[in-house]
């Protein structure tokens, strides 16, 4: 099954990297967001578009931060079971717990070289094909 991954984040630099790093993926569509506002808009003026199987999400973004975006991507029936992963540079605490309280999957601190982003992202595309190909042969 192919893999649409949705990266929203407005580090032009993140997002050239995640581009970089998923870009050997053969079986993945990969589109990049500025920002929250830009990824509900999309879901709402695209409805017959295919949803996402993944999100990887930033958390500190102008217009629609990476909280609110949540909040709304889990309180919209027929967006509440896509995967959230939140990509941030923050470690802190609270950011995580409010974060899985929101409904995020996954949380993930952003790794400072590319390499550690490449493994870390490549890992995540890979557990998550793991769990849609496990989820379509039950």
Known sequence: MKQIIYLVDDDEDDCYLAQRALHPEANCDFSVFSDGHALINYLVTHPAA???????LDLNMPLLNGFETLRMLKA?????????????TSDHPDDRTRS???????FLTKPADYRSLNEVLASVSNCWRSVLEQSHNV
Do not use: F, K, R, S
């Open 50 to 56: 295919p949803l996402p199987t993944l999100v990887l």
């Open 76 to 88: 919209n029936p027929e967006w509440a079971t896509i995967p959230v992963v939140i990509l941030t």
């Open 100 to 106: 899985y309280a929101l409904g995020a999957d996954a």
